[in-house]
């Protein structure tokens, strides 16, 4: 197993940057947020119901602990799948702050 953790130049609101982690096993991947916009939110009330539209709308995933993400097989799609992940987690992170 391999993980690697991506700096996309992104950031949630003015601070924290967005990074993507990309867990590695054999051919299959898994690329997250490590639950970073529900994290950052903190989390209000709800949360789950609004990020599930949001991921369901994108083609992503969204567990219970906050982790926005989308399994992966093989090389070619992982630039794709990472951008894809950071632009739906600082989604959700926005969505969560205008609901407080």
Do not use: C, F, H
């Not at 992104?10 to 994290?39: H, L, N, W």
């Not at 609004?50 to 630039?79: L, Y």
């Amino acid at each position: 197993m391999t993980v690697e953790r991506i700096e996309t130049g992104r950031r949630y609101g003015s601070s924290e940057p967005v990074a993507i982690r990309v867990v590695r096993r054999g051919m299959k991947a898994t690329i997250d947020d490590d639950g970073a916009a529900v994290r950052l939110a903190e989390r209000p009330a709800g949360w789950l119901e609004r990020a599930e539209r949001i991921v369901a709308a994108a083609g992503v995933n969204v567990n219970r602990r906050g982790v926005v993400s989308v399994p992966a097989v093989g090389q070619a799609r992982t630039d794709r799948l990472v951008a894809l992940v950071a632009a739906t987690s600082l989604e959700v992170y926005d969505a969560l702050l205008d609901e407080r």
